[in-house]
C-alpha cells in the first residue's frame, strides 16, 4: 500500500518562499505511469490541483500557478518536493501529496497524505 507524508513549515511569511516535501514508502516514485501531484485546500473552498511530477522525472502545472510553483524529486530518497515563490495571505491552505493516475482532476488520485496545514502570515 503506498502511503505519502507531508512534511514542511506551518508557518510561511509573505514574500517569502513556500517548500513542501512528501515522502513516499510502499512504493516507488519511479513506478511506471505513475505521477505525483500536489493540491491545496483553501479554507472554505474545494480542491485546487497545483501540479505533478510524472514517473520519469517530466512536471506539470496548473497554469495558474505555474510562474510561481516548481516540482522536483529526489529519487534516492523516494521524495518529491514542492516550491511556491511569492506567497501571499491567499496561499494559506491545507497542501496534500497525492498519487495515481495523471489528471487536473485531484479527485482522481487514489493515495492521499493526511495533508499540512500551512499558514501565510506575518
Known amino acids: 500500500q503506498v502511503q505519502l507524508q507531508e512534511s514542511g513549515p506551518g508557518l510561511v511569511k509573505p514574500s517569502q518562499t513556500l517548500s513542501l516535501t512528501c515522502t513516499v514508502s510502499?512504493?516507488?516514485?519511479?513506478?511506471?505511469?505513475?505521477?505525483w501531484s500536489w493540491i491545496r485546500q483553501p479554507p472554505g473552498k474545494g480542491l485546487e490541483w497545483m501540479g505533478a511530477i510524472s514517473y520519469s522525472g517530466n512536471t506539470y502545472y496548473n497554469p495558474s500557478l505555474k510562474s510561481r510553483t516548481s516540482i522536483s524529486r529526489d529519487t534516492s530518497k523516494n521524495q518529491f518536493t514542492l516550491q511556491m515563490s511569492s506567497v501571499t495571505p491567499e496561499d494559506t491552505a491545507v497542501y496534500y501529496c497525492?498519487?495515481?493516475?495523471?489528471?487536473?482532476?485531484?479527485?482522481?488520485?487514489?493515495?492521499w497524505g493526511q495533508g499540512t496545514q500551512v499558514t501565510v502570515s506575518s
Open positions: 497525492a498519487a495515481g493516475r495523471f489528471s487536473l482532476s485531484p479527485n482522481v488520485y487514489s493515495y
Open positions: 510502499g512504493g516507488s516514485i519511479t513506478t511506471n505511469y505513475a505521477y
